[in-house]
């Protein structure tokens, strides 16, 4: 039983393509989150929703925009992808702001 | 701001020695700290958290940390090391709706 799954695990693309990254949590939790982790182990937190509500929209470039459709799913949507978008994405879940999180297992993500 | 600091980038410890993975934190109020594990091309997963009560917090994996106000720091430890603990591990620290994440110690342990 998967606690929470992200689709594709890789992810590989050309410069200025638009591509999407999906996000199912089946743990009931309220709270969503998607992070980047760059090539360092880095770890940058990029959006949070809770409830389907925007919490968290950190620095991020508006190229990246998430949607959540329901309290169990968060897809982040990339526009105009750029070499430097290159990194690892994950997505994260947990009951309430920020109690524990459970990561899902990252979409390693390659512009070429 | 809050902050979390992991002063070591890796640390290298035979198999069976105990194990101290370093974290400090500079917080208004109230601390509440998390460590997390990450094993190659795998999801963070959560090993332990502190929020209140007793200074030492068990979690999963035989891991403990001892929180200590007075030197705002929140290690953590292990007193016989496996290789299979030999891992990325990171440290968190609440700030209002996120976690602010320290930059990762890799942990090395040799057979």
Redesign the interface.
């Given at each position: 039983d998967t606690a929470?799954s992200q689709t594709p695990k890789y992810l590989v693309t050309q410069m200025g393509n638009d591509k999407s990254i999906k996000c199912e949590q089946n743990l009931g939790h309220d709270t969503m989150y998607w992070y980047k982790q760059d090539s360092?182990?880095?770890?940058k937190?990029m959006f949070?929703y809770?409830n389907k509500e925007l919490?968290?929209n950190e620095t991020v470039p508006n190229r990246f925009s998430p949607k959540s459709p329901d309290k169990a799913h968060l897809n982040l949507h990339i526009n105009s992808l750029e070499l430097g978008d290159s990194a690892v994405y994950?997505c994260?879940s947990s009951p309430g702001?920020?109690d524990?999180?459970?990561?899902?297992?990252?979409t390693r993500l390659t512009v070429l | 701001a809050q902050s979390v600091a992991q002063p070591e980038d890796q640390v290298n410890v035979a198999e069976g020695n105990p194990l101290t993975v370093k974290c400090t934190y500079s917080v208004s109020g109230n601390p509440y700290l998390f460590w997390y594990v990450q094993y190659p091309n795998r999801g963070l997963q959560f090993l332990l958290k502190y929020i209140t009560g007793d200074n030492l917090v068990k979690g999963s994996y035989g891991f403990e940390a001892e929180f200590n106000k007075s030197q705002t720091s929140f290690h953590l430890k292990k007193p016989s090391a496996l290789v299979s603990d030999s891992a990325l591990y990171f440290c968190a620290v609440r700030d209002n709706y996120q976690l602010i994440w320290g930059a990762g110690t890799k942990l090395i342990i040799k057979p």
């Open positions: 929470v360092k182990k880095f770890l937190i949070s809770n919490i968290i994950f994260a702001l920020v524990t999180q459970y990561f899902g297992p990252g | -």
